[in-house]
């Protein structure tokens, strides 16, 4: 098969094996936090998040709902730098319930940093955030990040839901791309 992602990685930063464990044990924090809490919701940032939050939502036992939110933000290095723009809101009325933003990856913190905003001025009973990835050097503004996956280096990482140029999505671990695949997208 000459079609697919494998051959344009450099190295596995996280494999399968070490997602999954690391899942079983953010559930069992979440799992004791949101004890008694019967209107839990996952707040699912697309795209990047997709694989995550259906791993995690599989593996919580107690009963919670799924939405989905669509946040895209411009300008990342220019001087419009944090601008976050909703492209597709929640079909839930949050006002009293237990919220839980389930995210890729943190970057510089302006996506979630506004998303937090905009939702706390929904009123829930509470809101958490939840990251697979965090690459804490890059962090320009401070949001709370109750629960962290894993703290990576200052790295750019596709798979597991994370895309670059909306390829990569697929892989079931996360992996750093060969340093050729940039720059052959420069020309
Ligand atoms: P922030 O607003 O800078 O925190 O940006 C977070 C968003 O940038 C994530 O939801 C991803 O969509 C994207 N992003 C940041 N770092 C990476 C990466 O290493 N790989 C893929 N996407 C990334
Ligand atoms: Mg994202």
Redesign the pocket.
């Known amino acids: 098969m000459t079609n697919t992602p494998y051959g344009d990685l450099d190295y596995t930063l996280i494999d399968q094996t070490q997602i999954a464990e690391r899942i079983v044990e953010i559930i069992k924090e979440i799992e004791a936090d949101y004890e008694g809490a019967d209107n839990l919701v996952l707040v699912c940032?697309l795209?990047?998040?997709f694989v995550f939050t259906a791993d995690l939502s599989r593996a919580i036992k107690m009963h919670h709902e799924i939405d989905f939110m669509v946040?895209s933000?411009y300008g990342?290095g220019t001087v419009s730098r944090?601008s976050?723009e909703i492209i597709h809101d929640l079909h839930s009325d949050i006002f009293g319930r237990h919220v839980l933003i389930v995210?890729?990856?943190?970057?510089?913190?302006?996506?979630?940093?506004?998303v937090r905003q905009m939702l706390l001025t929904r009123h829930p009973a509470s809101l958490r955030i939840c990251t697979l990835?965090n690459?804490p050097e890059?962090?320009?503004v401070d949001v709370p990040v109750d629960y962290i996956g894993f703290d990576?280096p200052d790295?750019?990482?596709?798979g597991y839901g994370?895309?670059?140029d909306e390829k990569y999505r697929n892989l079931p671990f996360v992996g750093v791309l060969k340093e050729s695949i940039f720059t052959e997208n420069l020309v």
């Not at 995210?103 to 506004?114: P, Q």
């Not at 790295?155 to 596709?158: A, K, Q």
């Open positions: 940032l795209k990047g998040s946040a933000s990342r944090g976050v995210e890729d990856i943190i970057d510089s913190g302006y996506t979630l940093a506004h990835l690459k890059r962090r320009e990576i790295e750019f990482v596709v994370l895309d670059y």
